[in-house]
């Protein structure tokens, strides 16, 4: 008789060993019985409910093509732990003229399937349910429920769950939250930093759907409640699609989520969380449509330039929407053929334009001093956090070291096992890392301003058109711009365009326009200074000039 034997393992708790010993328990029941064996297929941490398992479907070609006439294993519930599949798998084994016989219950039949498929169904669900509960009062006192999120340590010792921060990707963890909520999108983002050459939570990149995540599920970085030091359990649930067998998330109902406060494992303050939840909704807004529609791509797309959805016709109303590539015109003398103001404007021209605006305006020694002492603040906190990296780094170098002197002592005083020389292994390629990291750390320089800064200033805001067409700075810069401009009016005139402002930019500038206060109100009569007018609002300060 040919004989195929078949192993499983089905999580990573039990050892790699395990195949070896079930295959050796069959090969002796098949020397016993005189039969010969001929393959071996095996299944390393995959559950037995799951049947596309490779070597099962292995062993089931292999039945197929009569490559053998007995099917040998521990036990039915190495064979499969779901009655539907054990069933199947008979079947298919009585169809082919297979026997199936195991150690523990020899020569298998309909009723061995019945019983003891049953049994491990009831098994597994009973094992879930006790994991389950057992999880819910770990997280209760305010312990990991899970895995372990990017920006943590685990703290070894018995005690499993505890978690700690770990610094070092804790700052990235505020890197990204920072730099979504000043504009770059996740994309950007990850190819940053696989530029810089951060590693990655588990894969050697950065992608952009593990940044940005899913807003409902919660997952993502983005999403993560834990680094506000909420720790956010049971909000999904997965079931297994029976046609598949893969896993399928569904969302728990709300007074099954469990949350629980963690302050000691915040990374990052509410009001940065709550900039980029504003982000989010801006980017991806709630809307009703079909199950499985994917929203229309100019819904969700962001601004790329400080004008868009801004600027509207003064003869109508209407939008100014672009035509053909560098050109605004009014919709509804384009569309509807409703408004008589058919010319277009060069978006170029407008966007030089108004950027000059804001020139004039940041130019006041006001403005300039303002930005004196806003960089020197924010260099002095970069400051600070390189001297706590530099630290960190430190005393992470020291504790390893210190670790691996007691490894040495020990297998020095003759104490040698796999796991200690594991452990040292480890141990060394952590300190041969945080050398590496600590050769690549520049070394922090004293606070010493730049003498001309005022003049690096007003340089800078000199280039500021230019750096509006760089990529590196314009996802951060565009949105900044455009919360100064509410709304921009057009009018074609025969002298040219007539475009008035109305927003934070247009009080802005007006206030440039003089060092205090005129002592008569602003009139509806047009005040021209050089190419540009001010004119009174309804409530506000707009302000105009021709193009």
Not at 35 to 49: C, E, N, Y
Not at 162 to 181: K, P
Not at 215 to 233: K, S
Not at 434 to 442: E, G, H, P
């Amino acid at each position: 008789m040919r004989v195929a034997v078949y192993a499983r393992f089905s999580t990573d708790m039990q050892r790699d060993t395990s195949i070896e010993d079930q295959e050796r328990l069959c090969l002796r029941l098949i020397e016993g019985r005189g039969w010969s064996h001929v393959k071996t297929f095996a299944d390393r941490g995959l559950s037995g409910a799951c049947h596309t398992r490779p070597g099962y479907q292995d062993l089931l070609g292999f039945v197929r093509e009569g490559g053998c006439d007995v099917v040998v294993a521990e036990s039915i519930d190495r064979l499969s732990r779901d009655q539907e599949h054990i069933a199947g798998f008979y079947k298919a084994m009585a169809f082919q003229g297979v026997v199936i016989c195991t150690v523990a219950e020899g020569v298998i039949n309909e009723l061995h399937i019945g019983l003891k498929g049953t049994m491990s169904a009831l098994y597994l669900k009973d094992l879930a349910q006790k994991t389950k509960r057992g999880l819910e009062g770990r997280v209760a006192k305010g312990k990991s429920g899970g895995g372990n999120a990017y920006g943590y340590s685990v703290v070894p010792g018995d005690e499993r769950g505890d978690r700690i921060i770990n610094e070092g990707e804790a700052r990235i963890v505020r890197r990204i939250f920072e730099e979504f909520a000043n504009g770059k999108s996740p994309k950007q983002i990850a190819r940053d930093l696989n530029r810089g050459r951060i590693p990655a939570p588990r894969t050697r990149l950065w992608r952009d759907s593990a940044i940005r995540g899913h807003v409902q599920r919660g997952t993502g970085i983005l999403n993560n409640e834990l680094y506000v030091g909420r720790l956010v359990w049971n909000r999904q649930r997965y079931i297994k699609d029976p046609e598949t067998g893969k896993r399928v998330s569904r969302r728990n109902a709300e007074h099954e989520i469990q949350v629980t406060a963690v302050p000691h494992l915040r990374i990052i303050d509410d009001e940065l969380w709550r900039r980029v939840k504003q982000r989010q909704k801006e980017i991806w807004p709630k809307q009703k449509r079909a199950p499985q529609k994917q929203p229309d791509f100019w819904q969700t797309r962001r601004p790329i330039h400080i004008l868009s959805n801004k600027t509207h016709c003064s003869h109508c109303g209407g939008k100014m929407v672009s035509v053909g590539r560098d050109y605004l015109a009014c919709s509804n003398a384009r569309k509807l053929q409703t408004c008589s103001q058919s010319k277009g404007i060069r978006r170029p021209d407008l966007t030089t334009k108004v950027v000059e605006l804001l020139n004039h305006g940041l130019m006041r020694p006001e403005a300039v001093k303002a930005f004196v002492n806003a960089y020197q603040r924010e260099f002095n906190e970069l400051q600070k956090h390189r001297f706590a990296a530099t630290n960190a780094l430190r005393d992470d170098l020291a504790a390893a070291n210190k670790k691996l002197d007691g490894l040495y002592d020990a297998v020095a005083d003759g104490i040698r096992s796999e796991g200690i020389m594991a452990r040292i292994g480890e141990l060394e390629a952590r300190v041969k890392q945080l050398r590496a990291a600590q050769d690549q750390q520049v070394e922090a320089s004293p606070v010493l301003m730049h003498p001309n800064l005022a003049e690096a200033y007003q340089r800078k805001l000199g280039q500021l058109t230019s750096m509006l067409n760089d990529p590196a700075f314009a996802s951060e810069a565009i949105p900044r711009i455009r919360e100064l401009i509410d709304r921009v009016d057009l009018r074609h005139t025969p002298q040219g365009w007539e475009v008035v402002l109305h927003g934070q930019l247009a009080a802005l500038f007006n206030v440039a326009l003089s060092d205090k206060k005129q002592a008569h109100p602003v009139t509806d009569e047009p005040c021209f200074i050089g190419s540009t007018k001010v004119v009174a609002g309804a409530g506000f300060e707009p302000a105009a000039f021709r193009l």
